[in-house]
Every structure is written in C-alpha cells, then in structure tokens.
C-alpha cells in the first residue's frame, strides 16, 4: 500500500508558475513509476505526465509539453510537477499516481492522492 499526499496548489494568475509536490508513504517509493493526471469540472480526468522509477524517463501531455516538468526525489519520497506560463485552462484539481510503469493511461496506477487544487486566473 502507498499513500500520496500532494501539496502546492492555489491560485495564481496567467502566466505565472507553481510547484507541486506529491509525498509518498508506505512501500518503498522507488518502487512506482509516478504520474500526474488532472480533472477540471465536468470534465474526464486526463494524463498531464509521467516519469519513470529512475526518473530517466518521462512523458508528457502536448498540452503541458516545454511548460510543465515532472522530477522526482527517491531520496524524499516525493514526485514534483513544476508548472510555467500558466494558462487558465490548466485550472483544475491535480492528482498524483503511482503505478508499475509510466504511461499515460490512468488505468495502469494503482495508487491515488486526494488532489490538489489549481486555479489561474486570467
């Protein structure tokens, strides 16, 4: 079992940037392979990014690509998504993931934070 915990969010105008964190609890964190994933009201929730258990491999949505970076620390058991030029269409509630490999698919994590929410206003 893993618990997740992420941190970080608020409100922030367009353009500007926020760094989240999501801190990992219970089986080794080295273990999973991490993802963001996202949820704006009415909306599915969809693959924002993912990074591999050494962190040498990500992904990442179009949507977010040369704006958002994903890193993580084994060390501190935690995974980070560093969030530039933001636009008001990435507001919505940002869930961190661990799983066995890093895909884009929300189906193929096992694990789940309760959220975190963004807002950017315009």
């Known amino acids: 079992q893993v618990q997740l915990v992420e941190s970080g969010g608020g409100l922030v105008q367009a353009g500007g940037s926020l760094r989240l964190s999501c801190a990992a609890s219970?089986?080794?964190?080295?273990?999973?392979?991490m993802g963001w994933f996202r949820q704006a009201p009415g909306k599915e929730r969809e693959f924002v990014a993912a990074?591999?258990?050494?962190?040498?491999?990500?992904y990442y949505s179009n949507s977010v690509k040369g704006r958002f970076t994903i890193s993580r620390d084994n060390a501190k058991n935690t995974v980070y998504l560093q969030m530039n030029s933001l636009k008001p269409e990435d507001t919505a509630v940002y869930y961190c993931?661990?799983?066995?490999?890093?895909?884009?698919?929300?189906?193929?994590?096992?694990?789940w934070g309760q959220g975190t929410q963004v807002t950017v206003s315009s």
């Open positions: 219970g089986r080794p964190f080295s273990s999973y392979a």
């Open positions: 990074i591999s258990i050494s962190g040498g491999i990500t």
């Open positions: 993931a661990a799983g066995g490999r890093p895909t884009t698919s929300k189906t193929a994590y096992n694990y």
